[in-house]
């Protein structure tokens, strides 16, 4: 297994402004991962974290609003830009040691709330 | 595509009694399924996975999960739940084939295991 180090747990911010979240895991992972959650739903993925390029965003995200960066095999960061009301979630990080049939290891996640 | 489908919204079950939590699938190649759970304000947490071989895999903290190929199926299951099972549950899958593919939750399903 892998543990995951997320922070902050929780944040509320003002429209406008940028968070950065950081994701640490206490081991090398082949790939990492950020997820949305609404509370007691289900999760949507942002992205996959690529380390030394760029990350690859999925349908609705995009880099300008959730720049990701991952400089190693251990850590990696989640910027949500410019925020509005609209971006307040849960925001997980995930982790995976590489094979498809390998599990997913996820950190505890930060509640964000903008007001 | 692949998808995954959670029918169940909440499951309520009486302390002791046998509980199950459905999860049906889709995808093109071979299913990698897995079971997670999240408790209040934490990450998802593994709970076990079947990528080959016995169709019947034994998980974390009692669980198990039954594949079942002709159905599409991968339902969870415990022979007698405790109070402390109460959480959200996800089912994911992954396709198999073709590479490495994104993993796909399920919209969750809310377990009460009430005294």
């Known amino acids: 297994s892998a543990v995951i180090s997320q922070k902050p747990s929780r944040d509320i911010c003002q429209r406008g402004t940028s968070l950065t979240i950081q994701c640490q895991v206490d081991?090398?992972?082949?790939?990492m991962f950020w997820y949305r959650q609404q509370p007691g739903q289900s999760l949507t993925l942002i992205a996959t974290?690529?380390?030394?390029?760029?990350?690859?965003?999925e349908s609705g995200f995009v880099i300008d609003k959730f720049p990701i960066s991952r400089p190693n095999l251990t850590f990696s960061t989640l910027t949500v830009s410019n925020m509005s009301p609209e971006d307040s979630s849960i925001y997980l990080c995930?982790?995976?040691?590489?094979?498809?049939?390998?599990?997913?290891?996820f950190g505890q996640g930060t509640r964000l709330t903008v007001v | 595509a692949q998808s995954v489908a959670q029918p169940e919204d909440q499951v309520n079950v009486a302390e002791g009694n046998p509980l199950t939590v459905k999860c049906t699938y889709s995808?093109?190649?071979?299913?990698?399924l897995f079971w997670y759970v999240q408790y209040p304000n934490r990450g998802l947490q593994f709970l076990l996975k079947?990528?080959?071989?016995?169709?019947l895999v034994k998980g974390s903290y009692g669980f198990e999960a039954e594949f079942n190929k002709s159905q599409t199926s991968f339902h969870l299951k415990k022979p007698s739940a405790l109070v402390s099972d109460s959480a959200l549950y996800f089912c994911?899958?992954?396709?198999?084939?073709?590479?490495?593919?994104?993993?796909?939750f399920g919209a969750g399903t809310r377990l009460a295991v009430h005294p």
């Open positions: 995930s982790a995976e040691r590489g094979a498809g049939g390998t599990e997913a290891f």
């Open positions: 081991s090398q992972v082949t790939m």
């Open positions: 974290a690529n380390q030394g390029s760029e990350a690859t965003y």
């Open positions: 995808v093109s190649g071979n299913p990698y």
């Open positions: 079947y990528i080959t071989g016995d169709n």
């Open positions: 994911a899958v992954r396709d198999g084939a073709g590479g490495y593919n994104k993993l796909i």
